[in-house]
């Protein structure tokens, strides 16, 4: 994995920025959108922004976010939202592996505890409703 701290990846093809993005209000996420280019990073990265947003929705719906090698090749991601007292999504949290190590089957077995966590981290915010 490509990894430096400090380094800055799109909000888009990120599980954590996909997390945050389904998370914010409909007007805070459209105006991120519109001073984004949305471009392609591999050959799975979601380059439509209609296509993103049903997408989005979707991320919302399960409460957590995956980056099928979206951001980079061979790398895939689970994602979750951290929320504050408000309710107001302020961060995300994320595990990341190889493609071949992080099957959908493991996916599915992570997704849970990655909930759980970003939920441990939100309610010592002071969030009290997430699912």
Excluded: W
Excluded at 3 to 24: H, V
Excluded at 56 to 75: F, H, K, W
Excluded at 114 to 120: D, E, G, N, P, Y
């Amino acid at each position: 994995m490509y990894c430096t701290i400090g380094t800055r990846n799109p909000l888009y093809n990120t599980s954590m920025g996909k997390a945050i993005l389904a998370f914010l209000l409909p007007e805070k996420r459209d105006a991120l959108l519109d001073r984004i280019a949305l471009t392609r990073c591999t050959p799975n990265t979601i380059t439509n922004r209609e296509e993103l947003i049903e997408h989005l929705q979707m991320v919302r719906e399960r409460g957590y976010a995956i980056d099928d090698m979206e951001n980079e090749e061979g790398i895939r991601c689970l994602g979750a939202p951290i929320l504050d007292y408000s309710g107001e999504v302020i961060g995300a949290l994320s595990v990341s592996g190889p493609a071949h190590r992080l099957p959908d089957a493991r996916i599915a077995d992570l997704a849970e505890p990655v909930m759980q966590t970003a939920r441990t981290i939100s309610s010592k915010l002071g969030y009290t409703s997430i699912r």
